[in-house]
DNA sequence: TTCCAGGCGTATC
DNA sequence: GATACGCATGGA
C-alpha cells in the first residue's frame, strides 16, 4: 500500500476503492455523502475531488475524498482528510481493509457468472471492518427496517449521546428513555445486548474467536439477534468473511440464482460475495 | 389506505 | 421443525 502524507492530509493511490459502492452498500450508516453544491463542501473548496463523505468509526471522524484516475478507470486518488498518519495506519487501514487484494478476490469469484456481473456492477466495493459493537447495535436496529430509518435512528442516538454510546450508557436506559430514538421494538433488543455486555454475561471479543457456530448460538442468546443479525454482527463487525446474512433480498438472489447453494469460488469468503450480491440486486434494475 | 423495509419472538401444530 | 402473526415507525 502506497500512500504520502500531505500536511494533515494522508494521499493514496488505490485500486478497488469506490465511496459509493462501499460507504453506501448497506454496511455501514454513519456515512454521509458531501453534495458539491451545498455549504458542506466549504471545507473541501480547495480540493479536487469527485465524490466526498464525512463518518466515523464508533467515535472517529473521517472526512474522505475521492478523484478517479484519469489514466486507468479502475484507480482513484483517495485523500483522508484532516487525519495524521497514526490514526491512518492504526485505524483506516484495517477499517476500509486496505491490505486486502480486491482485484484478486474479484478474479476468483468471477468465474461464476452471476458473481462476475455483480463485481462488474459494483468494482468498487470494499468489506469494512466496522466496530464489534457498533456493528451489532447497527444490525439490530436494522431488523424489519429501511436504510434510511436505520441511518436516522442511528444518527438520532449519536446525536443524543455526543457520540457513539458505549453498551454502559445503553444499559442504563428504558424503552421509554430511549424513545427519543424512534427506535420501535426494537429498543428492548438494545438495551437486553447492552446490558447482557455490561454485565460480562457475553463479551464480544471473546465471541470474536469462537468457531463460527458457537459465535452465533452466543449472540443469538441475545434478544432480538436471531440469525441473520448475527451474521451481520460477525461478518460486518468481526471480519468473520465466511457468515453468510441471508436477508429478503439475498433469499431473492438465492432463489434466482442459486436454487442449489452457492457456487465453490466464493468458498471461505461468503460475506464478501454477499456484499457484492446484496448490492446487485437491490440496483441492477436501475443502472 | 395498504404495503414494505438488511427479522425476530411467540404461539401453535 | 415448520408455519403464521404481531410488532414501531415512516416513506412510497
Not at 475521492?66 to 484532516?82: F, V
Not at 477499517?95 to 486486502?100: K, N, Q, R, S
Not at 458457537?214 to 460477525?234: D, F, N, W, Y
Amino acid at each position: 500500500m502506497n500512500y504520502k502524507v500531505s500536511g494533515n492530509d494522508i494521499i493514496l493511490v488505490q485500486s478497488d476503492f469506490d465511496l459509493d459502492e462501499t460507504l453506501d452498500c448497506g454496511q455501514a450508516f454513519r456515512w454521509e455523502k458531501i453534495d458539491k453544491n451545498s455549504k458542506d463542501a466549504d471545507i473541501l473548496a480547495d480540493v479536487d475531488f469527485d465524490k466526498a463523505y464525512k463518518g466515523f468509526k464508533l467515535n472517529s471522524p473521517l472526512l474522505i475524498s475521492q478523484k478517479k484516475s484519469a489514466e486507468n478507470s479502475n484507480e482513484s486518488q483517495i485523500t483522508l482528510h484532516n487525519t495524521s498518519e497514526h490514526d491512518f495506519l492504526g485505524i483506516w487501514v484495517d477499517y476500509f481493509d486496505l491490505e486486502t487484494d480486491y482485484s484478486v478476490l474479484k478474479r476468483d469469484f468471477s468465474i461464476d457468472e452471476t458473481m462476475s456481473c455483480a463485481c462488474k456492477f459494483a468494482p468498487g466495493i470494499r468489506m469494512l471492518k466496522q466496530d464489534k459493537w457498533e456493528a451489532l447495535c447497527s444490525f439490530i436496529i436494522s431488523q424489519n427496517n429501511n436504510i434510511p430509518r436505520i441511518k436516522g435512528i442511528i444518527s438520532r442516538m449519536c446525536e443524543y449521546y455526543g457520540g457513539f454510546p458505549d453498551y454502559e450508557a445503553i444499559a442504563g436506559e428504558t424503552v421509554e428513555s430511549l424513545a427519543f430514538m424512534r427506535a420501535g421494538f426494537r429498543a428492548k433488543y438494545l438495551i437486553d445486548a447492552a446490558q447482557r455486555l455490561a454485565s460480562g454475561e457475553i463479551d464480544l471479543n471473546i465471541i470474536s474467536s469462537m468457531d463460527l457456530d458457537s459465535a452465533r448460538k452466543s449472540l443469538m442468546t441475545i434478544k432480538g439477534v436471531g440469525p441473520k443479525v448475527a451474521e451481520c454482527a460477525l461478518l460486518y463487525g468481526m471480519y468473520r468473511i465466511d457468515a453468510f446474512p441471508i436477508d429478503v433480498w439475498i433469499k431473492r438472489v438465492m432463489e434466482e440464482y442459486y436454487p442449489n447453494g452457492l457456487p465453490a469460488c466464493v468458498k471461505g469468503r461468503e460475506g464478501i460475495a454477499q456484499q457484492y450480491l446484496f448490492h446487485y440486486i437491490r440496483n441492477k434494475e436501475n443502472k
